[in-house]
């Protein structure tokens, strides 16, 4: 989820649905996203994996679901943990005598807005989402993700092993920090972009199978702070933590997480870690 929102934004806009032009790949630009973190003197590794939203089962590879198959532990953003849903609801609201959304959009994309979501949200309950829900149910209308998604086949595949299964952060932390990242102006750009989503998300997944890391740092929006490097502060003493502990944790992750400067791989190899993609 976290990845997909803010890609939103950057589509390109135009009230016609424009033609999507896929990037033409011979051949894989790389490896997959896939990283073995170790260091000197420790007992355990860590198997780090860039996952995305639009993808599914299928487009696993083989050697990522066999370096699942030899892990002793499973880790992820947020493990196999449900959100409370009172809690959720609450969360995805403006609070009371706050501004509703109705009145943080312009009166052209509010209608928009309101229009694209008619039958999937009530207008009320619309006026009353923060623009990050606003935002996660326009993209869920306009370019539905897959079931199960990446992530969650992932999950499901180390739960049918009984690993242990961890999580990285709570609900609560990721959505507040989805919270922080996405302004009533993102989502006028998204709702402006409405008719470019699907294409987005096409031609992010085609980078993404194609192992084209440069085409996805800006896809996939890597210097976000809230959203990236903010949280990959929070969660590099628990992945050190898994170097420490027996065994190998396999931790799938958002790939926007793990590239660049500011991605995993690199902040632990700064750390003194070997790190080998």
Request: proline residues 6%.
């Amino acid at each position: 989820m976290t990845r997909a929102l803010l890609v939103l934004a950057l589509a390109a806009c135009g009230t016609p649905a424009p033609r999507c032009e896929l990037p033409k790949y011979s051949a894989p630009h790389g490896a997959p996203f896939l990283w073995h973190v170790t260091k000197a003197g420790a007992p355990g590794a860590v198997i780090l994996f860039g996952t995305i939203h639009t993808a599914s089962t299928p487009d696993v590879a083989k050697p990522v679901w066999d370096a699942l198959a030899s892990a002793q532990h499973y880790a992820s953003e947020l493990g196999d943990k449900e959100p409370d849903k009172d809690k959720f609801i609450e969360l995805a609201r403006i609070p009371y005598g706050g501004k509703s959304l109705d009145g943080l959009l312009a009166n052209d994309d509010w209608w928009a807005l309101d229009d694209a979501l008619h039958g999937t949200i009530h207008t009320e309950d619309l006026r009353h989402a923060k623009p990050w829900y606003a935002m996660i149910k326009l993209m869920a209308k306009v370019a539905p993700a897959p079931k199960p998604s990446m992530d969650d086949a992932l999950t499901a595949r180390a739960s049918e092993h009984h690993l242990p299964i961890d999580a990285l952060e709570t609900w609560e932390v990721q959505l507040a920090a989805l919270d922080a990242a996405v302004a009533p102006s993102d989502l006028a750009d998204a709702i402006h972009a409405r008719r470019s989503i699907r294409c987005s998300q096409d031609q992010t997944q085609a980078a993404y199978l194609a192992s084209d890391a440069e085409a996805l740092k800006i896809k996939l929006l890597v210097d976000s702070s809230h959203l990236i490097s903010d949280r990959n502060t929070v969660w590099l003493p628990k992945i050190e933590a898994y170097v420490d502990a027996t065994g190998t944790t396999f931790v799938a992750v958002g790939l926007g997480h793990l590239l660049g400067d500011g991605g995993l791989p690199t902040l632990l190899a700064r750390a003194g870690y070997t790190v080998t993609r």
